[in-house]
């Protein structure tokens, strides 16, 4: 069992950057395809990016071209680079890891474990 622990949110002017890390506790991220999920009050929690344990990434056509994942096995963590931040980014951004091989990437129910979130904060 792995629990995944996110830091790096704050608040930041749009037009920003900011770098959130998933941390791992437990077994090694290497094992699942790990995930970065958002929610905004009143919102549901919606994809944003994930990479499979080979290394395939996807991107939410929101972010796409703005934000870019990446996992270090050496240091067991998964990164999600957020560039050009815009006030609709605001939201709390959750890591989360899947055991499963080729679930649907997209759906949070493709995931076993959850972080407690990380709140990004943009400002106009």
């Known amino acids: 069992q792995v629990q995944p622990v996110e830091s790096g949110g704050g608040l930041v002017q749009a037009g920003g950057s900011l770098r959130l890390s998933c941390a791992a506790s437990?077994?090694?991220?290497?094992?699942?395809?790990m995930g970065w999920f958002r929610q905004a009050p009143g919102k549901e929690r919606e994809f944003v990016a994930a990479?499979?344990?080979?290394?395939?990434?996807y991107y939410a056509d929101s972010v796409k071209g703005r934000f870019t994942i990446s996992r270090d096995s050496v240091k067991n963590t998964v990164t999600l680079q957020m560039n050009t931040l815009k006030p609709e980014d605001t939201a709390v951004y959750y890591c989360?890891?899947?055991?499963?091989?080729?679930?649907?990437?997209?759906?949070?129910?493709?995931?076993?474990?959850w972080g407690q979130g990380t709140q990004v904060t943009v400002s106009s």
């Open positions: 437990g077994r090694t991220f290497s094992d699942y395809d």
């Open positions: 989360a890891a899947g055991r499963r091989y080729l679930s649907p990437y997209y759906r949070p129910d493709s995931y076993d474990f």
């Open positions: 990479i499979r344990r080979r290394g395939s990434t």
